[in-house]
């Protein structure tokens, strides 16, 4: 593993791991402390968010904001440093279209209130404009080509960010050995057995070694249909990304992985969509051939993570989102195509498809 990220094969994940205890400040109180640390008031609306509680705010000066309380089990040095990469992102790349860090009548970034026995950091961010990407149609080849484009952006503008909090535990890495945890292959329905513990053995013995020698940086890897933004619902510009709370230092593949096992789901071609997205993050950011050789393995751990952590929260919370039970069986039948996917031919494909990209 890579200096500083330790392997977590062995560990026993808790629902407390996953953090999704958001706070719940009655309005009024909200309110107040927008009005106290930033000076902002105007009309309040929740939004939904599995670790903050967050709230757009439309301030009677006609701008708008996110107002986010973070849960009391949220590490402080890991708001720092999600509050710190956005900075570095409006530095390295201004015109990115990401959230924008407001800062408090006092000039802090991150100010903190004690509610029902805990301490909340709180953050002001711009509101980034525009439709979820997945309410849309899905996308031409151009349009998939754009989005690739966008992350490999996005990645370009966090490749030189630091902070040690980008090395801790974040379930949702694929890159930290998570997805070989007994405990959570467990998890998996009986219907992939024919096949699945042998696709475990490849990502074990021939993938996971050559991860290390890949290109390693901060990613945003959750960069789907949800996160990403388009400036109109029926057309494809994109408008942003948004939702920085997965991030974590990791291989770079696995952001252009976690995108494209997102359109992957929908796409009537899978293949064809990988490649077009793929096409687009080359025409900026050109893939090494090591990143080519793994890319369709990552799509495929990135389904699987989804599966088990879906089941994992099916079981251990007590009033688990109704998404975690309605999506898997379109979950199941997506890793059912992928794991039917020539590795070999696919590879062969997406690399001849990237030389003239």
């Known amino acids: 593993m890579k200096p500083g990220v330790e392997d977590y094969s062995q560990r026993i994940l808790s ?3 996953l953090r999704f205890v958001p706070p719940n400040l009655p309005l009024e109180k909200v309110r107040q402390l927008a009005l106290l640390h930033y000076g902002v008031e105007g009309d309040f609306s929740s939004l939904e968010g599995e670790r903050d509680q967050n ?3 439309r301030a009677t000066d006609g701008r708008q904001y996110v107002f986010k309380i973070s849960g009391s089990s949220e590490p402080d ?5 999600q509050v710190q990469a956005l900075c570095h992102i409006a530095q390295k790349d201004p015109e990115l ?4 860090m407001i800062s408090a009548v006092d000039g802090r970034m991150i100010c903190q209130t004690y509610f029902d026995g805990s301490n909340h950091a709180l953050r002001l961010l711009s509101w980034l404009p525009g439709q979820r990407y997945q309410d849309g149609p899905f996308p031409s080849p151009q349009g998939l080509r754009d989005v690739g484009r966008f992350i490999a952006r996005l990645g370009r503008a966090l490749e ?3 902070h040690p ?3 801790h535990f974040m379930p949702w890495s694929m890159a930290n050995g998570l997805v070989f945890s007994e405990q959570l292959k467990g998890l998996m329905p009986a219907e992939m057995n024919s096949w699945l513990p042998a696709w475990f053995e490849h990502l074990k013995s021939i993938v996971y070694p050559q991860l290390d020698n890949l290109r390693w940086q901060v990613i945003h890897q959750d960069a789907h249909g949800g996160n990403l933004l388009r400036k109109a619902e029926s057309g494809e510009a994109i408008a942003g990304v948004i939702d920085f709370g997965d991030m974590v230092y990791g291989p770079l593949v696995c952001d252009l992985a976690a995108c494209v096992s997102d359109f992957m789901l929908t796409a009537a071609d899978p293949v064809t969509a990988a490649i077009e997205i793929s096409r687009g993050f080359q025409n900026l950011v050109p893939l090494l051939d090591e990143e080519l ?3 369709l393995d990552m799509v495929m751990v990135r389904q699987i993570m989804t599966l088990q952590l879906f089941e994992f929260r099916r079981l251990n919370m007590e009033n688990p989102p109704a998404f975690v039970t309605d999506e898997q069986p379109e979950f199941i039948a997506i890793l059912q195509k992928l794991a039917r996917i020539d590795r070999v031919g696919f590879t062969q494909q997406l690399k001849e498809a990237l030389k003239n990209a």
């Open 15 to 17: 629902i407390d791991d």
């Open 55 to 57: 709230h757009r705010i």
């Open 77 to 81: 040095d890991v708001v720092e440093m």
């Open 97 to 100: 279209p990401v959230p924008r």
């Open 160 to 162: 030189d960010f630091e």
């Open 165 to 167: 909090a980008t090395r």
């Open 293 to 295: 050789d793994l890319l």
